[in-house]
């Protein structure tokens, strides 16, 4: 059961341009949604996080924006860079009571190659 | 803050064999994850503990797994026998309070084959 679901399995964009990954969840309890960046041979690391109470966060170059009624969450990288060429995770959690507290439920990665 | 530490870093074993995967999470964090990345499933999570005590093993995929957590400064991923299918990067994470703004910090993970 698939909770998080990040469809596009890679993604190429030009160096300079946006880039815009996307993730969808079923679970209707989750409240809180992250993004993390990963490197090869090293562990992920907290990108940028959004509250189900807002539909946007900005940081920088990266924007998420969160469409409650639809469950689905973006992120906007702009302007892309080749630095920013890493798989990325979507990861939602649930403030609810119970043993679901504090989990991250992740999606299975996009790939995202920035070309110079 | 060296972060979370994870070792070893790369395990080669055999079918059968015991493995043993530790983490030291950072100080001050109260919960600790296990989780397990593949190709397949992405990351999974497989147990979480919070101050030392396990909240939530609905991931551990079966009775070969195990985890303990002594005491707050280390925690250990136990597979007994391991099997080939048990091939994939172990990443071990820590968090104060749950999930914060920050989110997890994770370790650079293990990397195990069963052959």
């Known amino acids: 059961d698939q909770q998080v679901k990040q469809n596009s399995p890679s993604l190429s964009v030009q160096e300079g341009r946006i880039s815009i990954l996307n993730c969808d969840y079923t679970?209707?309890?989750?409240?809180?949604f992250l993004w993390y960046k990963k490197y090869p041979a090293e562990g992920p690391t907290f990108l940028i996080s959004?509250?189900?109470?807002?539909d946007k966060n900005e940081d920088g170059r990266f924007t998420v924006f969160l469409n409650k009624s639809a469950k689905h969450l973006s992120l906007h990288i702009v302007p892309s860079q080749p630095g920013d060429s890493a798989v990325y995770f979507c990861a939602a959690a649930s403030h609810a009571g119970g043993t679901s507290y504090g989990k991250l439920t992740f999606g299975q990665g996009t790939i995202l190659t920035v070309h110079p | 803050d060296a972060g979370v530490i994870q070792s070893p870093r790369h395990e080669v074993t055999e079918m059968g064999q015991e493995v043993t995967l530790r983490c030291k999470p950072i100080?001050?964090?109260?919960?600790l994850f296990w989780y397990r990345q593949t190709m397949m499933r992405g990351l999974e999570l497989l147990i979480y503990f919070n101050n030392n005590v396990p909240i939530d093993d609905s991931g551990m995929p079966e009775d070969r797994f195990s985890a303990k957590m002594p005491n707050a400064s280390f925690s250990t991923l136990k597979i007994q026998p391991s099997e080939p299918r048990d091939s994939a990067v172990y990443f071990c994470a820590s968090s104060f309070l749950v999930p914060g703004p920050h989110g997890y910090t994770f370790g650079s993970g293990t990397r195990l084959t069963v052959v």
């Open positions: 959004i509250s189900s109470i807002k």
């Open positions: 100080s001050g964090h109260n919960s």
């Open positions: 679970n209707s309890m989750f409240d809180y």
